[in-house]
């Protein structure tokens, strides 16, 4: 099992409560179950081999579910305390989004890039996969940065007309230099320079909610900083595969990219 369980706490027996996320249950929503238990201690929930966020609200607990992009309408469940809690998915049909670069670098890889790319991926995948029980997520996120929504999470991607993942994150349009909040409280747990992300910051929330922000002109934070919310983490830049200044931001729960929307107010 890939999941590295960091400062895992002994008999865990609370947890903060926080304002439970309404259920979205479709492919990059959130799904929330509530976990029938024996005593006030923290159940163990696993949902496709990843360790699931808990909340305790109104004396009952709760497990956060992040839905990939990729998942399936139709069946699911959850792994509670070793019994199964099964819930429905339902299907969501994204728009397309065709994009035109000045060059295909970001497209035809030589072999340099694709050896550079393959290593940052699994850097990435290592922080995608932390779990920190020493932190209780804040889900009501602030918008880190001003400026509108100019592409929205979930689009069918095409770059000059080659079909790529769909896009996993929301993108926020603004100038260049324009600063950079951290959504909710946690730790920089990465920072670099990728060749498709640009300059790079991902921070953990705790309890498998991770935030990245990519594209940055300047980072103002380092691996190992532990962050308030709204403190400022960068600027806004145009590095890495873009065409134009813009912040990407991409929500991350149990390993799965959810939509980033779903834990802003709805009129941010």
Request: with cysteine; charged share 20%; net charge positive.
């Amino acid at each position: 099992m890939m999941i590295k369980l960091i400062a895992l706490v002994l008999g865990f027996m609370a947890c903060p409560a926080w304002a439970l996320p309404p259920s979205n249950p479709v492919p990059g929503g959130i799904v929330t179950l509530k976990i029938a238990a024996a005593s006030e201690a923290r159940p163990e929930v696993f949902y496709r081999g990843q360790a699931v966020a808990m909340s305790r609200h109104r004396g009952d607990w709760y497990a956060i579910v992040g839905l990939n992009l990729n998942s399936k309408a139709g069946h699911h469940q959850v792994q509670a305390n070793g019994k199964g809690v099964s819930f429905q998915v339902k299907n969501k049909d994204y728009p397309e989004q065709h994009i035109t670069l000045k060059t295909r670098k970001h497209i035809d890889l030589s072999a340099a890039d694709l050896q550079r790319h393959r290593q940052e991926k699994k850097q990435a995948a290592a922080v995608f996969r932390r779990f920190d029980l020493t932190q209780s997520p804040d889900l009501a996120f602030l918008k880190p940065v001003a400026g509108p929504y100019s592409s929205p999470f979930g689009l069918r991607r095409f770059f000059n007309e080659s079909p790529r993942k769909p896009h996993s994150g929301l993108d926020i349009a603004a100038p260049k230099g324009t600063p950079i909040k951290a959504p909710a409280a946690g730790k920089v747990v990465l920072t670099g320079h990728f060749f498709f992300n640009g300059k790079v910051v991902y921070v953990d929330h705790g309890q498998g909610l991770i935030s990245m922000f990519c594209h940055l002109s300047d980072i103002s934070v380092s691996s190992g900083d532990t962050l308030q919310k709204g403190q400022i983490l960068g600027k806004v830049g145009a590095t890495g595969r873009v065409t134009g200044p813009h912040l990407h931001w991409s929500v991350s729960l149990n390993n799965a990219r959810i939509d980033p929307m779903l834990l802003l107010p709805a009129s941010p």
